[in-house]
């Protein structure tokens, strides 16, 4: 199953931009990216997600690696209200070979002012 | 509004007694997650279902049952074999598609006392 790899904290100066990186160096064909932000004591929020492309929307833009082994997600222009901890999973396979959502530990993004 | 509500926001219950969780989804969506959160640290996947009256075992199922009696609801029993049952509790549910967002409630705040 993959799995993902990422930094447990980051610092960003507010009004710049936040790179945060994800590696998935297991991940199959066709399993997609996902990108998720939980502010304390919330329930997460979707933010992203992508196969193979670049992708953005109002909130990001995610940069994934040709070789598919890992991932950015950029926010443009980082705002105090961006301090979370944001997560980057992949759907995985269970050992029934269903496939449920599972989060690793995430990393830590405090946005200075 | 379309959307995935969790009840009670808080709970608390004395050491022993059985307590269930609600989570009501009017998403239409085909799979339902429960997830349990300790204080700085990830999600763990309890349960999930992916078609009613079926369910799988996450990676820490011990301690907690599950019903799918219906499409839209998948209440979560923390029964009293579960050694540390205090915890923040997420229910989330999805389409089965691949590539399609997984959308989660506010949690639920238990607390065993």
């Known amino acids: 199953d993959a799995k993902t790899t990422q930094p447990p904290s980051m610092d960003c100066a507010e009004g710049r931009a936040a790179n945060l990186p994800c590696n998935h160096s297991?991940?199959?064909?066709?399993?997609?990216v996902y990108w998720y932000r939980q502010i304390h004591s919330q329930g997460p929020q979707y933010i992203i997600h992508g196969l193979k492309n670049n992708e953005t929307n109002e909130m990001a833009s995610l940069i994934i690696t040709e070789d598919r082994k890992s991932s950015t997600l950029i926010l443009p222009h980082a705002t105090l209200r961006d301090t979370a901890v944001y997560y980057c999973?992949?759907?995985?396979?269970?050992?029934?070979?269903?496939?449920?959502?599972?989060f690793g530990s995430g990393t830590r993004l405090q946005v200075q002012p | 509004d379309g959307g995935i509500t969790q009840s009670p926001k808080y709970l608390f219950r004395k050491e022993g007694q059985n307590v269930t969780l609600s989570c009501e989804q009017n998403?239409?969506?085909?799979?339902m997650y429960w997830y349990r959160q300790d204080p700085g640290q990830g999600l763990r996947l309890i349960y999930y279902?992916?078609?009613?009256?079926?369910?799988q075992k996450g990676d820490i199922a011990e301690g907690y049952s599950v019903s799918r009696e219906k499409k839209e609801s998948f209440p979560l029993t923390v029964t009293s074999a579960q050694k540390n049952p205090t915890a923040f509790y997420l229910c989330?549910?999805?389409?089965?598609?691949?590539?399609?967002?997984?959308?989660f409630g506010q949690g639920t705040r238990l607390t065993v006392v």
């Open positions: 998403l239409n969506h085909d799979a």
């Open positions: 279902s992916q078609i009613v009256n079926d369910f």
């Open positions: 999973i992949v759907r995985v396979s269970m050992d029934t070979g269903r496939r449920a959502l599972t």
């Open positions: 989330a549910s999805s389409p089965l598609d691949r590539g399609t967002e997984a959308f």
């Open positions: 297991t991940i199959s064909g066709n399993e997609y």
